[in-house]
């Protein structure tokens, strides 16, 4: 159910027109009016934290993305052609999404490459696409481990020796599995096969049979394998020649630490080779999927940074040397993808937290691999906490009710009868915001007066953002648990310029 319900999309649209002197729609149309304002709306949230809602799931996956999960209020759906409609728009082209046919001065390719290339940047930047690497291969007496070129960073790793293999029986969401030798099992380590969930660890080892961490997923079959856990710690090469000489000269067994390779391409160096087979698991940030338009691809970036992405494509369309350049707004656009990455660092993603209805800790990855180490190993029963990642990455007990307070995606309407999700106080902002989206096409005289607008927009967001953070006494702590993996790991080198 809405919680306004004063201002429907169509008459949001109409009264942009008006601010533009437009009520025809002649220069822009009722389809680009109501695209900017979603934009606005957008911005407004970014600008703000406005919308803070709480998020109540259960998974058997001890990792999750809010921007992935069914219901989140995060969740990611904005694609590249909803992207490129809006720069054709901005850019006085046929507004053809995915499909060129405006002029020679772009062309579909130049717009994707642009929104990509910005897009990958972002990811880098804010570490907001983390996912879970599982099955890594190793290879015993080998300290080198290249990665693809989809990872673009690595933020945890875990050395998994094989100690055990069997064969295993169990119907689907059983807790019991009858195996046929438990030599080498032991409670605590990582079982897989078919009908295992991952990550499900042993909990108790019988007269042939085990107990494990969450019901099957499906009928267990076949040849089960068991893995000790061992969460290597970051290092560098000086560390490890201070603390672990002779370097390189290690004699195989087991590593503590690993350390990332200066020199392409992406590398994780261990201290000591691997003397058992076994595997890998990593947390990691990946790159962002290809586009390849006409066929839409999700950004993978928080819907209400959109906008930080689209600027910075236009800041290279514009920039570069050709019949379409124009420096003085391709230096505007870069402006404003700059100071939306920086807002993007800011921005509280994650303030509470429950397991089972009672309030918990956020600590970060980092901090829980330094206080409590090998808590992955049981993963029904750790904390009970949330613990956090990159933006949206996250790791909470299986089986269990977690609930997440998050700053959600901006409500937008999309048909005429949708309720704009804004208050009255706060209405003309957004007008002010979508007004200087709409006349970026015009450049010249009338953009440059427009920014007035957009000044004023900032300022009044400012002040909102204040005086939503003044409703609670302890706001600001809130706001930074969401940055709490970047602070407890530092990706950048704090002796020199940060980000």
């Known amino acids: ?20 002197a437009d009520p025809g729609n002649v220069f822009w149309s009722d ?26 799931y259960s998974s058997t996956s001890l990792w999750n993305s809010l921007g992935a999960l069914t ?80 990872v673009i960073d690595v933020e945890r790793v875990r050395y998994l020796p094989l100690r055990a293999t ?35 660890s042993v909990n108790s080892v019988g007269i042939g049979s085990i107990k494990i961490s969450q019901p099957t997923s499906g009928a267990v079959s076949g040849n089960l394998q068991f893995f000790a856990s061992n969460t290597l710690y970051r290092d560098d090469a000086v560390a490890q020649e201070f603390y672990e000489a002779p370097l390189y000269q290690q004699p195989s067994g087991t590593p503590q630490t690993f350390m990332l390779s200066s020199e392409p391409p992406l590398t994780w160096i261990v201290d000591i080779p691997p003397n058992l087979p076994g595997n890998y698991e990593a947390v990691v940030l990946k790159s962002g999927a290809a586009f390849s338009p006409p066929a839409p691809t999700l950004l993978g970036i928080p819907d209400d940074f959109a906008w930080v992405a689209e600027w910075g494509a236009l800041a290279d369309l514009l920039g570069r040397e050709s019949e379409a350049t124009d420096r003085e707004r391709a230096a505007y656009c870069l402006r404003r993808y700059q100071d939306g990455l920086n807002l993007l660092l800011k921005t509280p993603w994650v303030m509470l937290a429950k ?33 956090l990642g990159g933006i949206d990455f996250l790791a909470a007990p299986t089986g269990s009710g977690i609930g997440v307070t998050v700053l959600g995606n901006a409500p937008v309407p999309v048909v005429d009868a949708d309720y704009v999700q804004v208050s009255r106080s706060n209405w003309d902002t957004v007008l002010d915001l979508a007004q200087v989206s709409a006349t970026f096409k015009q450049g010249g005289a009338e953009f440059q007066q427009a920014l007035e607008l957009e000044q004023r927009a900032i300022q009044a967001c400012a002040a909102e953002n204040s005086r939503l953070k003044s409703t609670g006494s302890f706001a600001d702590i809130l706001a930074q648990r969401g940055q709490a993996q970047d602070r407890n790991q530092e990706r950048y080198n704090t002796a020199g310029a940060k980000r």
């Not at 159910?1 to 533009?20: C, E, G, H, K």
């Not at 389809?31 to 109540?56: D, H, V």
């Not at 409590?372 to 613990?387: H, I, K, L, N, R």
Request: charged residues 15%.
């Open 1 to 20: 159910m809405p919680l306004y319900t004063w201002l429907t999309f169509v008459t949001a649209r109409q009264q942009l027109a008006s601010r533009l």
């Open 71 to 150: 219901g989140s209020p995060r969740l990611r759906t904005l694609t590249d052609n909803d992207s490129f409609t809006l720069m054709e728009y901005m850019l006085l082209e046929p507004p053809t999404g995915g499909v060129w046919s405006g002029t020679s001065q772009f062309s579909i390719s130049d717009l994707s490459q642009a929104l990509q290339s910005r897009r990958d940047e972002m990811l880098q930047v804010s570490n907001c696409n983390q996912s879970l690497m599982t099955g890594i291969a190793l290879t015993p007496n080998t300290r080198n481990t290249t990665l693809t070129d989809t």
């Open 355 to 387: 397991v089972n209805g009672a309030a918990c800790d956020t600590p970060s990855i980092a901090a829980m691999d330094r206080y409590s180490p090998e808590w992955d190993a049981t993963p029904a029963s750790f904390g009970p906490c949330v613990v």
């Open 31 to 56: 389809q680009e009016c109501g695209i900017y304002l979603q934009r606005a709306l957008r911005m407004f949230n970014a600008l703000t934290f406005t919308w803070k809602t709480e998020f109540i």
């Open 166 to 200: 069997t064969t295993g029986t169990a119907l689907a969401g059983a807790t019991t599995v009858t195996v046929g030798s438990v030599t080498g099992v032991a409670a605590g380590q990582l079982v897989t096969g078919t009908g295992i969930a991952y990550p499900t």
